[in-house]
């Protein structure tokens, strides 16, 4: 053999997994047919997220003349935003390809199909490994009738690449997290937005008072948002793309203008193509390779990570199960024994969340409390302008063990980390509640909510 571990796609979960395994001793390789960082950082989460900080910076620019901060002219230079976001990718994945060199793991350059189950063909090389994991992550699901010319109906690939001029009006089909955070760019950068979303809540799964604050905080900056609507098909013509959008409920159909359409409807996992079914490993009707609590799959040495291996589909997540993956190969006692996987969409406000919603906490048979604390009771919110949101805590009447954390507002993705460590530890809202947290910041919302579920917060009526 000539590894101990091949680990095939260098994304969050791939690369993590290489680095673990190296890190245990083994000997690692990583085949990667693209670029290493994966989606994530090539074409997701850090491109995002640099767009998003630029988009955030013209809309305060407008907002600091409440504070008489004047600017003459905002005026963007889209080919240096453009190069700018480039240029932070280019250092990340530098900076992974060092990692993996330092940690003395062999890329391999190629896309990689399996021969039999310890050997992998990779481009014109043979590769053969006593453990393989699979961390190819996953692509944009599509819609037959808004075929993907990254030009007037892009994916979230072609979004990224903000053209000069700026379109007038952009569609996004989908509220999801993705929907929400490209429509939250281009009505920055001065589109004039519309989400549409086929079923009756953006942002599938979050907590449904939450939800609602948070599309009330987004339509404010003028983002349309309308639910149980699809988009049947479109016309090019001369004034721009004609789409035809359908009610779901009433059936009934009109046509909108837009110079773009954004198809983001969600994601499928990269399982086909790799020769998967001849070595025994078994993929669900949905795509994703089922695997245990270790990670491992139908074949036992075989591993699979990250996107293709299910939802839901997080950078973190991927990168923990990257993890538990090579120190389970290693002789580890570790599984992927999580309470919860955080999520965050990141607009301004950020909606994030961990833990059961409370319509999840009651289907489980808890007697729920919740607490709220609005931002703007929030001395700290008022001094960044961001009053806009909520933290709502839901727990267990019974035990007060806390249950979940949703929080829409400044921040909200930072102020999340010490309800995941909460609810790792199993935390109490009183545990939450006796902690000090720093004055004046944001954190104490979370502090006030715990409070709130005891109908003793300070700065808020405990109706
Ligand atoms: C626009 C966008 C924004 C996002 N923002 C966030 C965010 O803010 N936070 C977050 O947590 N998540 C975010 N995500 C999701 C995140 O990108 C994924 O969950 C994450 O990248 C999954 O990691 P992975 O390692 O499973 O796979 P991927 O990152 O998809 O990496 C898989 C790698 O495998 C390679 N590969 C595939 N098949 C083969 C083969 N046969 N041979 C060789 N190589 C192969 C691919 O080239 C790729 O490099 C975002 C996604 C998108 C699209």
Not at 241 to 264: M, P, Q, Y
Not at 412 to 428: K, R
Request: proline share 4%; with cysteine; charged share 20%.
């Amino acid at each position: 053999m000539d590894y101990d571990v091949l680990v095939i796609g260098a994304g969050p979960g791939g690369y993590h997994a290489a680095i673990r395994a190296a890190q245990l001793g083994l000997k690692t390789a990583v085949a990667e047919m693209g670029a290493v960082g994966g989606v994530c950082l090539n074409v997701g989460c850090i491109p995002t997220k640099a767009l998003l900080h630029a988009g955030e910076q013209m809309a305060e620019s407008k907002h600091a003349r409440e504070f008489g901060l004047t600017f003459n002219e905002t005026k963007l230079d889209v080919s240096k935003l453009n190069s700018w976001k480039e240029g932070i990718v280019k250092r990340l994945t530098g900076g992974v390809s060092s990692l993996l060199k330092g940690n003395k793991v062999t890329v391999v350059t190629g896309e990689a199909k399996f021969i039999d189950a310890n050997t992998v063909q990779v481009g014109d090389q043979k590769v053969t490994a006593k453990n393989i994991i699979i961390a190819t992550g996953s692509e944009p699901a599509t819609l037959p009738t808004f075929p993907i010319d990254q030009k007037d109906i892009v994916d979230s690939t072609g979004a990224l690449v903000v053209p000069d001029p700026i379109p007038g009006r952009v569609l996004c089909i989908g509220g999801g997290v993705i929907g929400f955070e490209f429509a939250h760019v281009y009505n920055n950068l001065g589109s004039k937005v519309k989400v549409i979303e086929f079923a009756p809540q953006v942002i599938p799964g979050a907590d449904a008072d939450a939800t609602k604050e948070f599309v009330k905080a987004i339509k404010k900056q003028g983002i349309e948002i309308e639910v149980r609507t699809k988009a049947n098909s479109f016309e090019k013509k001369e004034d721009g793309l004609h789409v035809e959008i359908e009610s779901v409920e009433t059936g009934a159909k009109r046509t909108e203008v837009f110079d773009r359409v954004l198809v983001a409807v969600g994601r499928r996992p990269r399982s086909r193509g790799m020769n998967l079914e001849n070595v025994g490993v078994k993929i669900s009707d949905r795509g994703f390779i089922e695997v245990n609590d270790k990670l491992q799959t139908s074949v036992p040495h075989i591993y699979a990570i990250g996107d293709v291996a299910g939802n839901p589909m997080l950078a973190h997540k991927a990168m923990k199960e990257g993890l538990v993956a090579a120190e389970v190969i290693a002789g580890k006692k570790s599984a992927m024994d999580v309470v919860a996987i955080p999520g965050v969409v990141y607009t301004s406000p950020e909606f994030a969340w961990v833990g059961l919603t409370e319509q999840e906490a009651k289907d489980k048979g808890y007697k729920v409390k919740t607490g709220v604390f609005p931002f703007a009771a929030s001395g700290r919110a008022m001094t960044l302008q961001s009053t806009d949101g909520f933290v709502k805590m839901v727990s267990d009447a019974e035990t007060d063990l806390l249950l979940g954390v949703h929080i829409v507002g400044p921040h909200a993705s930072d102020m999340l980390g010490e309800a995941s460590l909460g609810l790792e530890m199993a935390a109490t809202v009183s545990d939450i509640a006796l902690t000090i947290h720093a004055h004046p910041t944001l954190g104490e919302a979370v502090l006030e909510a715990a409070e709130h579920v005891h109908r003793q917060a300070i700065h808020i009526s405990n109706r």
